[in-house]
């Protein structure tokens, strides 16, 4: 799996949404998360159609988290601004064929997609912006060989 740069823009907009804690303009999110603002707007109307965040119009306009930061996840915010956490081809993976010989790869496919899940679906963005990860999620993070690139 490869994390978008839409994805990444969009968990960094809600951790600072959820940090501000009231309405903040996308200019501020924008200038301190250091992302373009015209794909940040994009961004924010992806989570807005999704109910994450709701807009507010004045003066003292901006965006503000429209559900609970501790109920949205990590998947949740890959799934609305990227759609499904795995997909091979453009296809779930449950939805894939292949023949007898390659079969196989579609368990593959859904172990990578339940493994994901494990961790994207356990992670929500309150925990994110407290700086406070699930016990399991950090236990994975341990072992030297998580750092490795190979």
Avoid: C
């Avoid at 924010?44 to 004045?58: H, I, M, T, Y």
């Avoid at 990227?82 to 997909?87: I, R």
């Avoid at 779930?92 to 994207?120: I, M």
């Avoid at 699930?134 to 750092?147: F, I, L, N, S, Y």
């Amino acid at each position: 799996m490869r994390v978008s740069t839409k994805s990444d823009y969009a968990l960094r907009a809600l951790i600072e949404i959820t940090r501000h804690g009231d309405v903040v303009s996308a200019e501020q999110v924008a200038a301190t998360q250091d992302i373009p603002r015209g794909f940040l707007q994009s961004i924010l109307a992806d989570l807005r159609r999704a109910g994450l965040v709701a807009s507010q119009r004045g003066q003292s306009g901006g965006w503000r988290m429209a559900a609970d930061p501790a109920d949205v996840s990590v998947a949740d915010v890959i799934r609305a601004v990227d759609g499904p956490l795995l997909s091979v081809y453009g296809v779930r993976p449950e939805a894939v064929t292949y023949n007898e010989s390659a079969k196989v790869l579609q368990t593959v496919w859904v172990a990578a997609r339940s493994s994901l899940r494990s961790v994207f679906e356990t992670v929500t963005i309150a925990s994110l912006a407290s700086g406070s990860l699930p016990d399991d999620v950090v236990a994975r993070t341990v072992d030297e060989d998580a750092w490795s690139p190979h």
